[in-house]
């Protein structure tokens, strides 16, 4: 009788520990479901390295080819190496976003810089009120969308500039550029001659994808 | 008697395999197909350094203070800095240099690493920054 309710006892306490260890796996992957977010990132070619880190913090590497991890919210830089060949871009994270992003090393010839990309059309922004400083921004603005971008054109005949905000006094230029064959809709926001603000929006269904303050690229988890 | 024993101890650890397995196929459907990625606090550019000198022979990363050591050296308010990166040991990789600017707030590589750099791609960096490139035996060229 002693040893059954001794068996029973252990039993029980053993019940209990994996009872107690599941609920901490259950209740932990929900934490960590509500606190990150998931970065998708395609590399090519397949055999290309995958790696990330932030300001401050150490590097991992994620995978070989394409890797979907998830994190806390914050702006990390992806670098994609293979066979000495080397790019990278900065993204940022959201809570409960889907970040996707793609890295093409096969286009890399050396050290990407914005003087390497060809801008088409940039000067047919001055008629609309842009200065040739702002322009300079606007130029760094779109590598640093697209740090892999070899020819951005904008479409003079999509210009338009907007009367001045009465509130803020801010202007407002929207105009379609083509950045490596796909069309985004963008809108420049500038209160004096020096300083602008960049936003890009996917031509199709109108997503935002870029804003000079803030580096995105998400959609819903 | 002992039969049934046996056959109660199956089924308790059939009980106790089923609660853990149900456990991790929740875990696996609230995370999905996912790596959780935890990093360590490091040196300012640590991690970016690490990650452009690209992964090692037993396919990881190098690690600061592990592997190499880094010197940072500011220019310009601290828009540009010259990162020079010296291997723990020797026979690892080479000594390199990487430049790093500043932009909205975030570092990012603009040269390197390398042991030297064209004057056409150092026309690209602050004045400064090419100085002292230059100064330092780092610079190859006539500008084009």
Redesign the interface.
């Known amino acids: 009788m002693g040893s059954l309710n001794k068996t029973t006892a252990v039993w029980r306490a053993i019940l209990f520990v994996v009872l107690i260890y599941s609920g901490y796996v259950v209740v932990s992957a929900v934490i960590v479901k509500q606190a990150t977010g998931i970065l998708k990132i395609t590399a090519s070619p397949k055999s290309a390295d995958i790696s990330i880190s932030a300001d401050n913090h150490n590097a991992s590497f994620v995978g070989k080819g394409s890797a979907r991890v998830r994190i806390a919210p914050g702006t990390y830089y992806l670098f994609v190496t293979d066979s000495g060949r080397l790019t990278y871009e900065t993204v940022k994270t959201s809570k409960k976003q889907v970040t996707s992003v793609t890295l093409d090393l096969s286009k890399i010839t050396g050290t990407p810089s914005v003087d390497k990309v060809n801008f088409k059309n940039m000067g047919s922004l001055i008629d609309h009120g842009i200065s040739s400083d702002q322009i300079k921004s606007i130029e760094a603005y779109i590598f640093q969308y697209k740090r892999t971008a070899k020819n951005v054109v904008v479409d003079p005949n999509s210009i338009q500039r907007l009367p001045p905000d009465p509130a803020s006094g801010e202007f407002t230029v929207n105009f379609n550029v083509k950045i490596d064959g796909s069309t985004y809709n963008a809108k420049l926001s500038y209160s004096d001659i020096e300083a602008v603000r960049l936003y890009l929006y996917n031509s199709t269904g109108g997503a935002q994808v870029f804003d000079s303050q803030t580096p995105v690229s998400q959609t819903s988890e | 008697m002992e039969g049934m024993d046996i056959r109660k101890l199956g089924i ?1 650890a059939g ?2 395999a089923t ?2 397995v ?3 196929l ?2 696996y459907l ?19 350094v ?3 000198l ?2 090692n022979g037993s ?3 190098w ?2 203070g592990r592997d190499y050591a880094i010197d940072e050296r500011y220019f310009d308010n601290n828009d540009w800095v010259i990162v020079s990166i010296n291997p723990t040991n020797k026979h690892t990789f080479q000594a390199a240099l990487e430049v790093y600017q500043k ?2 707030g ?7 690493p390398g042991e030297v750099f064209s004057s056409d ?1 150092v026309a ?1 960096v602050a004045a400064d920054v090419a100085a002292y490139l230059s100064f330092n035996g780092a610079v190859y060229g006539q500008p084009q």
């Open positions: 308790r009980i106790l609660l853990l149900v456990a991790l929740a875990r609230v995370l999905g197909n996912t790596t959780l990625v935890r990093l360590k606090p490091d040196y300012s550019l640590a991690g970016q690490s990650q452009s690209g992964v396919g990881s990363l690690v600061s932009i909205n975030s570092y990012r590589l603009e040269l390197g791609q690209n």
